[in-house]
C-alpha cells in the first residue's frame, strides 16, 4: 500500500487494529516514517508497548510524556498523554 512513498520520508498514519510497532518499523525500513494512536484494548496494550511500566508514571489528568524504546535496532518514539477518560499512546 505504501510502494509508491516509499524512500520519499513521508509519514503515513495507520489505524490501531494493525500490529503497530511492527508496521512503523517495517515503514521505517523503506524510509516512510509512521504514526498509530493507540488505546489499551480491555486489559492488553498492542505488541511492544510497554504499557504497564508507562501507566505507572500517570496521576495527572492532561499529563503527557514521551519515551523511547529500541525495537530492532530502530529508535521507536511512544508518546503518551492521559484524558479524563482513558490513557493514549501515540
Same mark, same amino acid.
Given at each position: 500500500?505504501?510502494?509508491p ?5 513521508? %509519514?503515513v ?10 508496521g512503523?518499523i517495517?515503514?521505517?525500513k523503506?524510509? %516512510? +516514517?509512521g504514526?498509530s494512536?493507540i488505546?489499551?484494548?480491555r486489559? +492488553?496494550?498492542p505488541?511492544? %508497548? ?5 501507566e505507572?508514571? =500517570? =496521576?495527572d489528568?492532561?499529563?503527557c510524556?514521551a +519515551?523511547?524504546?529500541?525495537?530492532e535496532?530502530t529508535? =521507536?518514539? %511512544?508518546h503518551?498523554h ?9
Amino acid at each position: 500500500m505504501t510502494e509508491p512513498i516509499h524512500n520519499t520520508g513521508k %509519514v503515513v498514519c495507520m489505524d490501531s487494529g494493525i500490529c503497530v510497532a511492527t508496521g512503523i518499523i517495517a515503514l521505517h525500513k523503506r524510509v %516512510v +516514517y509512521g504514526q498509530s494512536l493507540i488505546k489499551k484494548q480491555r486489559k +492488553y496494550w498492542p505488541k511492544h %508497548v510497554s504499557g504497564s511500566a508507562l501507566e505507572l508514571e =500517570f =496521576f495527572d489528568i492532561r499529563s503527557c510524556k514521551a +519515551y523511547m524504546q529500541t525495537i530492532e535496532g530502530t529508535k =521507536f518514539l %511512544v508518546h503518551c498523554h492521559k484524558d479524563d477518560r482513558c490513557v493514549c499512546k501515540k
